[in-house]
């Protein structure tokens, strides 16, 4: 059974090398790593959820959708395979499956501080902004040294109107993780809800220039600029998030 071991951990090193990839936005990288995972064991839960968050990345949804069901098919047990499932059911505009999946996952896996922070924001999505209060404070109860728990806690609290709060808490996720654009996002926002303009839009300038590709940001900045009257750089940034996400309504 000795190489029966050695190839999991091969496999796990190779999965959790494509998670990484993933991470840092290589997603042609990632996919071929998973390929070759899935290549020594097709039924691998965790290599099919994987490739199904990827096709989300690339706007696959429905592709995305049907793998995700395959990884939970494989292991019915598996937290990873439910979770995959919540982002495909999302993208598919399917939010109470998503949030269904979501605390089947936490069931799974209770104490994933990065799963009950994906359950605050769907349920901030729908307007449950108690409930992702408490599942944000959750998160940050389990793991507070991740950027992402804090961050999520912050926009629950910019939701409630607590943006003193909601301040505090971004500055200190900023602090764990200074690339992550979405901190600095948060901040913005609640600079500028307490009438700080100048100081918010820097936040937002930040942001952008973190993750030059979001959409979201964009049209946020766009709408700072347009507070300040700075008409055409406003313009600038709405066109660019509407060639960066069509379909985004905002």
């Given amino acids: 059974g000795h190489s029966r071991n050695q190839r999991a951990v091969e496999t796990n090193d190779r999965l959790k090398e494509a998670e990484y990839l993933l991470s840092v936005g290589q997603a042609d990288e990632a996919r071929a790593v998973i390929k070759r995972v899935l290549a020594d064991d097709p039924d691998n839960s965790e290599a099919l959820a994987l490739k199904s968050i990827i096709a989300i990345v690339q706007n696959d949804n429905e592709r995305a959708l049907e793998l995700a069901h395959q990884a939970v098919q494989h292991d ?149 600029y347009f507070e300040e009257k700075r008409y055409s750089l406003a313009e600038t940034q709405f066109e660019l998030a509407k060639a960066l996400d069509p379909h985004d309504p905002t």
């Fill in 76 to 224: 019915n047990l598996s937290a990873p395979a439910r979770l995959a499932l919540s982002y495909a059911q999302q993208a598919t505009f399917d939010i109470d499956a998503a949030l269904a999946s979501v605390k089947q996952a936490i069931n799974l896996d209770p104490l994933n501080a990065l799963i009950w922070a994906r359950l605050s924001e769907l349920q901030m999505s729908v307007g449950e902004l108690d409930q992702a209060l408490e599942s944000a404070q959750e998160a940050v109860n389990l793991n507070p040294l991740i950027a992402k728990t804090q961050t999520v806690l912050g926009f629950a609290y910019l939701l409630k109107i607590n943006t003193q709060t909601a301040q505090s808490i971004f500055h200190e996720a900023i602090l764990l993780d200074q690339a992550d654009p979405m901190p600095r996002l948060g901040l913005g926002l609640a600079l500028i809800r307490e009438g700080q303009l100048e100081a918010g839009r820097i936040e937002l300038e930040i942001a952008a220039s973190l993750d030059p590709g979001n959409a979201l940001i964009r049209s946020y900045l766009g709408k700072a």
